[in-house]
């Protein structure tokens, strides 16, 4: 049977290889309450999708290409099912996006027909053992383990296969790997008999398989070499015998049947191989392979989608991958008509930072609070929610914010709307508990200690500290290099964007040891054919102080990123500062001196 699966696996796989494979490439891009979509579909795409498309879409950019704007509800493009949720209030604006193409939900009744397939083959091999084995002494011990045992493996071979090939992990070869472990660990064989299946003729194998195991759970004395009991499972020839004794019994029990309701049985005459006989059989008990193992030889190929939504901030929470660079989302996956749908999703609450700075002195909702906050407030009524703004503006920083947040009450609120454990939770606790929270968690952070800098070694002679923090980090990625800047630090770089050049001040990190931060000379570039040199008139990476310095050439900056040309930095290389163009900014006439120090 392992056999016979293996077989049919492979060929489905090489069978779906062959298929053409459309594509789908789905931009989006936020437009206040809507989003802008456009799709590109392969050029082999069938006209009746073509036709579709010009119906879905208001716009169509190019022969492949289709472009339009859509508020809540999306295009069901790709066979599918989407939603686009945008709200906002003074607070901050949340954005919702799900989406799931193609496929299908209600997968129940298919897990439910491949169990059910499974059962009747479970069936189908106790009734093979009971017509050949049903009179020996052991066979109720043999018969046990078939219905508990050997029902159980093949239920989780089949769901393993459906998983497989519902979900499209890792094409066939991840299933397989997943059940050889499976029947590993379940002591169906051990190391040394994949040795012997190796060096095997094809098929004997599975019948020196199948006689090991039934004999070990028959508890027949015969060993293995003299175990005449099973003559039918001598070899192949063997087994086609009685398999075609086997499938005689079952034509004639079912010509009985038939007689006993009334009907004329016809037999389905001679059947001459073993793979005809054995499809007789399965035909009689109803085993579907396709059914069992949730695969369908002969349907539609499966469609590639690459779907990107271009965000105003990270998202907290999605399934995608996030591109700091582009400021997008990005989802891949393949979609067919009866496999589990390929879903994506992206939640992000954006604060407006004036807003919230400007009446709480700082940003106290941001992401999922933000996004709890934003739905909050739109339930609320007319009347409350003019109430609430009015609190709101009238919020200063240089107050007790958190007593007057915490005091907040709807105006005309029944007697019984207290804080009390008999008044219950209110409507006005949901923001006063957030807002409350963001406060306190910003004063935790400012009342914290300063954490020490990370990888200092500091002499033991010396007798001044000064502290220094990472403020980001080197990045080379994909032949690229970029300076990424930790968010908290993101606000500092305004302006950089209209700079050529920026000094990037980073550390040694790789060099620091107590040894490499004694050496005072070097021969630079570590060339002993120049001169020994103070490390002070070089740019060596041994110094007391692991400073370093490169001028580099701004390409781009998005966000907390910054595009460099090059760097001589590892990658991963701790940033302490950024200096922009000096002399962006230099005029003579204004420098002065403060007490030994320049001043511009």
Known sequence: MKLRLLILTLFVTVLLSGCEEHEYTINLKYDGDNVIRNVVCSENMPADVHAKLMNLYPKQIDANSYEGTFGENLPDDVGGFGRNVHVSNPMGEAYIYIERFRGKDAQA??????????????????????????????????????????????????????????????????????????????????????????????????????????????????????????????????????????????????????????????????????????????????????????????????????????????????????????????????????????????????????????????????????????????????????????????LDPGQDIGRRVGSFRFKDAPAASTDSEEGGRQLWDVPRDMILEGLKMKKDQKDQKEPEPKGAVQAKAQKEIFKVYPIGKVVKRDGKTFIEIDRQYAAGLKGLENHSYVNVVYWFDKNDTPAKRSILQVHPRGDKKNPLTGVFATHSPFRPNLIAISKCDIISVKENIIEIKEIDAFDGSPVLDLKGDFFRFYKPETRQVVEGQSVE
């Open 109 to 394: 009744v298919d897990v439910e027909k491949s169990l059910g397939t499974a059962d009747r083959l479970t069936d189908m091999v106790i009734d093979w053992l009971e017509f050949e084995l049903g009179s020996e002494p052991g066979f109720d011990k043999l018969k046990a383990f078939c219905d508990i045992k050997i029902r159980e493996d093949i239920k989780n071979l089949a769901f393993y296969f459906w998983i497989g090939e519902k979900f499209n992990q890792s094409e066939v070869n991840d299933s397989w790997n997943r059940i050889l472990l499976y029947f590993y660990e379940r002591g169906y064989f051990t190391v040394s008999d994949l040795s012997d299946i190796a060096i095997s003729a094809d098929g004997e194998w599975v019948v020196t398989f199948a006689r090991d195991l039934i004999c070990e759970n028959l508890g027949s004395s015969k060993s293995k070499e003299e175990g005449k009991v099973l003559t039918f499972l001598e070899s192949e020839e063997a087994l086609e015998r009685s398999a075609s004794r086997f499938l005689a019994s079952l034509e004639k029990q079912k010509e009985i049947d038939q007689k006993s309701d009334g009907k004329s049985g016809e037999s389905s005459g001679a059947v001459e191989n073993l793979d005809a006989i054995t499809e007789e059989i399965f035909l009689i008990y109803s085993i579907d392979f396709e059914e069992m193992l949730g695969i369908e030889i002969f349907g539609n190929p499966p469609s590639k989608v690459d779907v990107t939504l271009e965000c105003p901030r990270k998202p907290y929470e999605t399934n995608g991958q996030w591109d700091a660079m582009a400021g997008q989302v990005r989802w891949s996956g393949k979609v067919e008509e009866d496999n589990v749908p390929f879903i994506c999703y992206s939640k992000i609450g954006a604060p407006d930072e004036g807003f919230q700075i400007g009446h709480f002195g700082r940003v106290v909702l941001a992401d999922g609070e933000l996004v709890e906050y934003v739905f909050w407030y739109k339930g609320l009524n007319e009347k409350q929610r003019g109430q609430w703004d009015e609190f709101l503006m009238s």
